[in-house]
């Protein structure tokens, strides 16, 4: 048995949700989302509350396939209803970035300015050295948070770059002066 498969999904006030052969959508406040699911796992609502289910008990993949689809679905449901932001931080100095429409630039130490396109779901504002993305689909938001991350990764010595908010760079120490005595 998967411990988080079998977990039931209580759909929070405002959020409906339609089921149709493998096809799993919910609409909320913030937006709608579709998802396929797998074959081999089965969706049942029961009023407000969403139950996943697999075929076959005994075999190893399918057990895996439960949790992941069941969390893929939970995350859904959760980004229809409240949504998901990130928040990215920009260390350096004369390190910034700036909102021109759906394109992020970024001013990251390169002698040109980097220009990052924002995918469809994906809203990015920017406050002194702190870049706030926001999408209701946390996946897409993840990946693009990655993407961005990946323009200047936060290096090791100074703590240049950019790195997520929370994210701890372990920082090294530089090269060491020999003293001479006579």
Same mark, same amino acid.
């Given at each position: 048995?998967?411990?988080? *498969? @079998? ?15 493998? +096809?799993? =959508?919910?609409?909320?406040? @913030? ?28 075999? &190893? ?9 069941? &969390?893929?679905?939970?995350?859904? /449901?959760?980004?229809?209803?409240? *949504?998901?932001?990130? &928040? ?16 992020? /630039? ?16 994906? @809203?990015?504002?920017?406050? @002194?050295?702190?870049? +706030? ?10 990946? %693009?948070?990655?993407?961005?991350? =990946? ?22 120490? *530089? =090269?060491?002066?020999? %003293? %001479? %005595?006579?």
């Amino acid at each position: 048995m998967s411990r988080i *498969g @079998k977990k039931p999904i209580t759909l929070p006030a405002g959020v409906a949700v339609t089921i149709s052969g493998n +096809t799993f =959508k919910a609409k909320g406040p @913030k937006g709608e989302l579709s998802y396929e699911l797998h074959p081999h796992v089965q969706i049942a609502q029961n009023d407000n509350i969403l139950t996943l289910s697999i075929a076959d008990h005994d075999n &190893q993949g399918d057990r895996a396939l439960w949790g992941t689809m069941r &969390q893929i679905i939970n995350n859904t /449901v959760q980004g229809v209803a409240t *949504g998901y932001s990130k &928040q990215l931080e920009i260390k350096g100095v004369g390190y910034k970035a700036e909102v021109k429409g759906s394109v992020l /630039v970024l001013y990251v130490g390169y002698s040109h300015p980097v220009e990052f396109k924002l995918p469809a779901g994906v @809203k990015a504002t920017v406050e @002194k050295n702190t870049i +706030t993305l926001e999408s209701i689909n946390k996946e897409e938001l993840g990946e %693009t948070a990655a993407n961005i991350r =990946k323009v200047r990764k936060p290096e090791p010595y100074k703590g240049k770059g950019i790195r997520y908010v929370d994210e701890v760079v372990l920082r090294k120490a *530089g =090269k060491q002066v020999k %003293t %001479t %005595t006579k």
